[in-house]
Structure formats: C-alpha cells, structure tokens
C-alpha cells in the first residue's frame, strides 16, 4: 500500500510506509491531520467498560504522534438477532464518556450486522506538523519511559476463563479505559514515540528501533506490571497474541529471557513508550503520572538487550 499512488502526496508527512501509529497529512503552515482508527472484539463482558477501553484506544494513536484529538466516529458490528441492542447502547455510552473526557466530538459512524461483535472509533486530530512525534526519531543515548504497566493480555486471558480475581480485573479495566492524554500531551520533546498495544512492548519497541536504525537496552525488572499478572501467567494463562509476539520477536533479544514474556504481552490502551533526551526525563516522568523509566537507546542496530 505505501508506494500505491492513493498513498503518496506531497502534502503526506506520515503514511503508511512507516508502521507508525497514525497518518499526517499537512493542511497548512502550522497545521496537519492526525488520523487513525482502531476497533477490536470484546476484552471484557461489561458493555459500558468495553465501550471506554475502546475509545481510549482509538484515541491513543493520536496522543503518541503529540496531537490533540478533535472528532471521532465509530465503528459498530452487532449480531443482533444475539445480543439485546440494549447492549450496544451500553458500549455506545461507555465509548462516548471516554470521547467527551478527552474533548474529542463523536460526529456520528457506521453499523453494520456482525456474528461477532466488534466497537472502535476513526480519530481524527490536529498538530503543528513542526512537532509532530513518529517512531523514527530515537538516538543513542535517549532514555525510554513508558507510561502504564504491562499485563492486559495476561488478564484478559484469565478473565475469559473465569479465573481472574475480581480486583485485578479490575485494576486493568481502569488502566485500559485511562487515556493517554497527558503522556502525549509532555512528548514535544521526545526524538520518538509509540503506544503500546497487540505486538507488546518489545514488538513495538522493535518497530521504533527498525525505523530510528538503532538498538536499545531494557531493565527489565523495571518494567512495571499491573498487580497480580505474575501470578496469573504462573497459572498458565497466556494469549495466542503474545505468543506470537514472543516468536517474533525473541530472535533480535539478548541477555536474561526471565521477563521476556511479559514483555511480549499483547496489550490493549496501553501506555506511550517515549524516547526521550536525558535532560528531558526528569521533567517528563514529574508530569506524567505513572511513567517509569525503563532502559535506554543503544547504538547496536535493531538489537535488543536485557539485564
């Protein structure tokens, strides 16, 4: 698709060629779009809970590119000779909350009869193309931070099979449906950004390093998780998703493989990982609730180390 001709302009500053989490496309001096879409099957059985974990994802593709969300329409599939329409209004209502929390206006959207249900959102946002945040901008010696703790797969996983304790559920369901409004709203001065969701921290990681033609280095005992996950993978509960991740992604990794399935977790709404220059850190982990530093930008190509 990247070198088709609807996918080349002179006005496209990101497109697909990039596996970036949004496109740009400038509208005039100062001002591009920012657009992406995002809709996945239900992670959890509460409608309204779906409902905002969706919209929080959608959302987030545009606070990784350092943009502010302005419209939205949304996606809906519904078998509805299965499930009560009530249903949908429920996940229509979660997912508008999430919009009218981040100041992003639902303009309408598209329905269609599905055998499985699917929810999500096309965002579209604005940003000074002279700041605007990719994945190929990370140098040697950038810090990485990122801002929400992994294990959303692990859990989802557990909680489809009716094992999951209530409280973690619900830690992960608040941590989901929490917008990366703020993360995004600091990256201004990050050289690269992306957020994480189904090819897991290190899947996405390895996309920002492939793009920037750097390596990285990840502590991974700094690498925060929600509460409980450790004990739910003990258990054996691991998404086919992640699985793949680790398959994909387990080849370029070096160093202790202890936490490298977490690491590999397919996540859903999760965090920013941001790249930053060292004398940015201090003042973005202050303004950004939640974020952690978690290892830093090498100069070995497409590696990835973990102590």
């Not at 990485?144 to 830690?171: M, N, Q, R, S």
């Not at 202790?256 to 004398?279: C, I, M, R, W």
Request: hydrophobic letters at 45%; aromatic letters at 6%.
């Amino acid at each position: 698709m990247s070198t088709h001709p609807a996918a080349t302009h002179p006005d496209l500053l990101v497109g697909p060629g990039t596996s970036d989490d949004a496109g740009v496309f400038a509208l005039a001096p100062g001002r591009a779009l920012v657009q992406s879409v995002d809709y996945f099957t239900p992670i959890v059985d509460d409608a309204y809970d779906w409902g905002r974990i969706a919209a929080a994802n959608a959302l987030s593709d545009v606070y990784a590119m350092g943009a502010r969300p302005l419209t939205a329409l949304q996606l809906i599939g519904w078998p509805r000779d299965e499930l009560a329409l009530e249903l949908a209004g429920r996940v229509v209502a979660g997912g508008a909350d999430v919009m009218a929390e981040a100041g992003c206006v639902v303009l309408g959207g598209h329905t269609i009869d599905l055998t499985e249900p699917i929810y999500g959102f096309a965002v579209t946002g604005v940003v000074d193309p002279s700041v605007v945040v990719t994945n190929a901008g990370a140098r040697p010696g950038d810090i990485l931070v990122l801002t929400k703790p992994l294990g959303t797969g692990i859990v989802a996983t557990a909680h489809k099979a009716g094992e999951c304790p209530a409280d973690v559920l619900e830690t992960a369901v608040a941590t989901m449906a929490h917008l990366n409004d703020v993360a995004g709203a600091h990256v201004a001065d990050a050289h690269a950004a992306t957020d994480i969701t189904g090819f897991g921290l290190l899947g996405h990681l390895a996309e920002m390093l492939d793009a920037s033609g750097v390596g990285a280095v990840v502590a991974a005992e700094a690498v925060p998780l929600l509460p409980g996950v450790a004990e739910l993978y003990e258990k054996g509960f691991y998404p086919g998703g992640s699985r793949r991740n680790l398959d994909h992604v387990e080849g370029r990794v070096r160093g202790d493989k202890e936490y490298l399935p977490f690491l590999a977790d397919a996540q859903t709404s999760g965090g920013l990982l941001v790249a930053l220059p060292s004398e940015a850190v201090a003042g973005y982990l202050a303004a950004v609730p939640g974020a952690t530093e978690i290892g830093s930008i090498t100069a070995d190509a497409g590696l990835i180390e973990l102590r």
